[in-house]
């Protein structure tokens, strides 16, 4: 069987930046549409403040499973 | 493996460089990058319990340190209370209300403030354990094993289970997760497997990992950035140059770490804000 194309060196860095993009932009849309939201109600920054720190949470788990994934499935 | 900078680099080299002064640009070595192997601590002492062998290494005795510095700090800040505080009970009070207003009271509501010893606990544990990854001498944040991070969820799991099934019975826990009322039929069929799902694992495994995951990328950063600031360190001006590029990286990136420790402090404990939330009454 013939090689068409092969990678060779640190998979793991390309797979966490596959793993990366999709959280990239989710945090920056969570972060986006918080702040445009702070500064239509800035009277509501307390509870603005903790739902956007949730959805960061919640996005950024899934990047940084990428990142560890290599560590756990690596050779 | 005791880690710090020098050794790393020389470790790293040994067999390499001829005369043990570590590996640097030019001297014909390649760069000595850090991995997961600078996680791992050879145990000081290890004691066996009944069979099971309990290694007590370095992040285990940094654990037991910064436990004893917490509790010694709330003991001296509320021994005596007083009306007017003085400085320790002063900064006490205020990482105290910072837990209850901004978190307790912002995500559970009045009944929260029961669960303020608790979050505060967890908060400062989660924090002081993170800032040993930047505290001269120490620099192993000890939340970077994930066993650490896991015990926490664990109980933060045990805990909200518990909540739930004693606020809501076994059945309606599940069921005010699973079948959130106002949705069309055959949306249950993908949702309540996946909020079951959301509930049993992903919940504490996220946290968990997070967490450690957090604290695991950005030690490994500034490893890398300092092992790299000794192996550019050579008499040409691409090495100086590059040395203290890579320098003030560390140093800004240990800046950005403390930020760090501290968000991933506030998000854990917030997480289990939210799940006991979540448990005390169903969320419609």
Known sequence: MSLLAEVT??????????????????????????????????????????????????????????????????? | MVVDLATSAVLASEGVAPDGGGCHLGSGCGFPAPNGDIFFFDPYVTLTVLGVDFHINKAVVLMALGSVIIVTFFLVAFRRPKIVPGKTQLVGEVGYLFVRDGIAREVIGEEGDRFVPFLTSMFFFVWVMNFMGVLPFAQFPVMSRVMFPAGLALIVYVLYMYLGMKHQGVWGFFRNAMFPPGLPVFVYVLLAPIELLGVLIVRPFTQAIRLFANMFAGHLLLVTFSVGTWYLLSPSVIGILGSAASFTTVVALTGFEMFIQGLQAFIFTLLTAVYISGSLHAEH
């Open chain 1, 9 to 75: 060196g640190s998979l793991g860095s390309i797979g966490y930046g596959l793993a990366a993009i999709g959280p990239g932009i989710g945090i920056g849309i969570i972060f986006g549409q918080g702040v445009q939201a702070i500064a239509r109600q800035p009277e509501a920054y307390g509870v603005i403040r903790q739902n956007m720190i949730l959805g960061f949470a919640l996005a950024e788990a899934l990047a940084l499973i990428g990142f560890v994934a290599p560590f756990v499935y690596g050779k």
